[in-house]
């Protein structure tokens, strides 16, 4: 196990000692912005007063490549104290990916200036995801903001796992 999973399985077995109490989903809507890694809307639809689902739509981009997701989450929610709890879910997402147009220019062996252009390509994103974090529900207001680590597992790019690079902050308003 590397250096990285051991605060994140630190971080879960001590939310999972937790003695088993109400949750605080107090309204049936949250709609919001997520920032982190990859930047988007979220939306939370409660269930019932202890789970609910959520829907993400992200875009992330650097300079090699842009990409696309909607991503839909079933999640539990569990109370730490008075307006904080935890949340751990699953589900899955579907999106594409496509690489930019790559421009290279150098000069040759014989003095001369050459261009090289990589065509772009897309790919389509499959995977299952995860998510584990905290939310914080400001007393007085309707909103709430939230941290999570949603770690994912794509099927058809590069079949492998992140752990890390999906940390999100969320800020939501509750309807």
Same mark, same amino acid.
């Given at each position: 196990?590397?250096?990285? $999973? ?30 982190? $890694? ?26 090699? $490549? ?110």
């Amino acid at each position: 196990m590397n250096k990285a $999973s051991w605060p994140l399985l630190t971080f879960g077995i001590v939310l999972l000692s937790f003695g088993k109490v109400s949750a605080q989903l107090d309204t049936q809507h949250a709609v919001g912005g997520r920032f982190g $890694s990859a930047t988007g809307f979220s939306y939370r639809y409660t269930l019932a007063e202890d789970r609910a689902v959520q829907g993400i739509m992200s875009l992330q981009s650097n300079s090699k $490549s842009r990409r696309f997701r909607l991503v839909g989450l079933y999640e539990f929610h569990k109370p730490l104290a008075e307006n904080f709890s935890w949340f751990y879910g699953f589900g899955g997402s579907v999106g594409s990916s496509r690489d930019k147009d790559v421009v290279r220019t150098w000069v040759n062996e014989a003095g001369q200036t050459v261009t090289e252009r990589t065509d772009n390509k897309s790919e389509l994103a499959l995977s299952i995801d995860g998510i584990i974090g905290v939310e914080y529900a400001i007393p007085t207001t309707p909103l709430s903001v939230s941290v999570d680590l949603k770690p994912y597992f794509d099927f058809l790019q590069e079949s492998s796992i992140r752990l890390i690079d999906p940390f999100g902050l969320t800020i939501r308003y509750k309807f």
